[in-house]
């Protein structure tokens, strides 16, 4: 009856707030690097596929290249390290801005919520590339067809919510309880 009296517990250790970086609705959150990693993977084989099927593995990587060293990434159809890896580059950074702006928008984290997000940042992203990008000579616009940039771009979305669904799944910031 007077046990809790008697015998009280020992104070709880003071709480402290978490870091910015490990707030989920922050732009540095794990859930956008998440998010992001598996659109990048996604968006690098389906590069690697396209090339495959144009006779040349890496010329779509090579063309993601333009944006950074110009002219000079059109003419190279194999491997080269300096214009090679600066596509691959350009294919993570715009995979982790995709990641980061979906996760930034998503205000919920239901199902639909994150659908309707991812589409619409690869949506925007689309009709940005094909529209204002795809005027300029070079690059990816040049070298895929319309309907092979609309599969790249479709399975960027398709990711983009596959990596943010598996980003919001578990809870990175919670901490064991006792």
């Known amino acids: 009856m ?24 922050s732009l540095l959150s794990p859930h956008a690097v998440a998010a992001s990693s598996l659109t990048a993977a996604a968006v690098l084989g389906m590069l690697l596929g396209l090339g495959h099927r144009h006779y040349t593995v890496w010329g779509p990587l090579n063309a993601a290249a333009h944006p ?17 890896l600066p596509g691959v580059a350009v294919v993570l950074v715009v995979s982790v801005v995709a990641g980061f702006i ?12 994150c659908a ?3 589409f619409g940042v690869a949506l925007a992203g689309y009709v940005v ?26 399975a960027g979305a ?18 064991p309880t006792v």
Not at 68 to 84: K, Y
Not at 135 to 144: E, I, N
Not at 166 to 173: I, K, R
């Open 102 to 113: 979906a996760t930034a928008l998503t205000s919920s984290r239901r199902t639909l919520h």
């Open 2 to 25: 007077f046990s809790d009296v008697t015998n009280p517990q020992p104070p709880l250790p003071p709480t402290t707030p978490n870091p910015p970086d490990s707030d989920p609705d």
């Open 116 to 118: 309707m997000t991812a």
């Open 129 to 154: 590339h094909l529209h204002i990008v795809a005027r300029t000579p070079g690059g990816l616009a040049a070298l895929l067809q319309v309907g092979e940039l609309r599969a790249v771009y479709a």
């Open 158 to 175: 398709i990711a983009l919510f596959a990596g943010m669904r598996y980003a919001f799944s578990f809870d990175v910031t919670s901490s």
């Open 68 to 84: 950074l060293i110009g002219e000079r990434a059109d003419s190279v159809l194999g491997f080269q390290a300096n214009v090679t």
